[in-house]
């Protein structure tokens, strides 16, 4: 079992978006250790692994990242 919260369908078409047209993003999200994150992301993907769903994002340097979207505090348009 998970502690999976599902995220805002809205939201979620808005990461879809923002995939499609390969919009950078602003993202500030936690892990589960409670430490925060902000920087300027690429989404790349979305997916679904154990009913949990994940935002798969590029930084800067090209590094792949799994963001858990219950994780996601706030995403912004760059």
């Given at each position: 079992m998970t502690d999976y919260t599902p995220?805002?369908?809205r939201q979620y078409s808005e990461y879809e978006l923002?995939?499609?047209?390969?919009?950078?993003?602003?993202?500030?999200?936690?892990?589960?250790?409670?430490q925060t994150h902000i920087d300027?992301?690429?989404?790349?993907d979305l997916l679904?692994?154990?009913?949990?769903e994940f935002l798969i994002v590029e930084n800067s340097t090209g590094q792949r990242l799994e963001l858990r979207l219950d994780y996601?505090?706030?995403?912004?348009a760059l």
């Open positions: 995220i805002d369908c923002a995939i499609l047209h390969r919009r950078r993003l602003r993202v500030t999200w936690h892990e589960a250790d409670g300027a992301l690429t989404p790349v679904t692994r154990r009913q949990e996601i505090v706030k995403t912004e």
